[in-house]
Nanobody, 122 residues
Framework: QLQLVESGGGLVQPGGSLRLSCAAPGFKLHYYTVAWFRQAPGKEREGVSC????????TYGHSVKGRFSISRDDILNTVYLQMNQLEPGDTAVYFC???????????????WGLGTQVTVSS
């Protein structure tokens, strides 16, 4: 069973940066489309970014475009989300998800991590 493990969350001041990691111990993540979602208290889950196998396609949500960057290191078996110019509105639990479907499409992913908290506050 593929398990996803997120890390890199924490408390950061507005304007700061964080890099989240999504690892899949024991699995070859490079076959999978991997996406990042986030959910803030009282809000619906929101798609943040997505990357397909071999980095063929990357997508970004409107609210993070130009500030966040997704990448993957298939040697380290990890997908990263570099988050710059963080705003209080970025505060949420961030989840990574993976699926063998070869496209960034919706939120129907077979595998999900448990999430990592990101808090942007002064």
């Amino acid at each position: 069973q593929l398990q996803l493990v997120e890390s890199g969350g924490g408390l950061v001041q507005p304007g700061g940066s964080l890099r989240l990691s999504c690892a899949a111990p024991g699995f070859k993540l490079h076959y999978y489309t991997v996406a990042w979602f986030r959910q803030a208290p009282g809000k619906e889950r929101e798609g943040v970014s997505c990357i397909t196998a071999e980095s063929a396609t990357t997508t970004y949500g409107h609210s993070v475009k130009g500030r966040f960057s997704i990448s993957r290191d298939d040697i380290l078996n990890t997908v990263y989300l570099q988050m710059n110019q963080l705003e209080p509105g970025d505060t949420a639990v961030y989840f990574c998800a993976a699926d063998l479907y070869p496209a960034c499409d919706g939120d129907k992913y077979d595998y999900w991590g448990l999430g990592t908290q990101v808090t942007v506050s002064s």
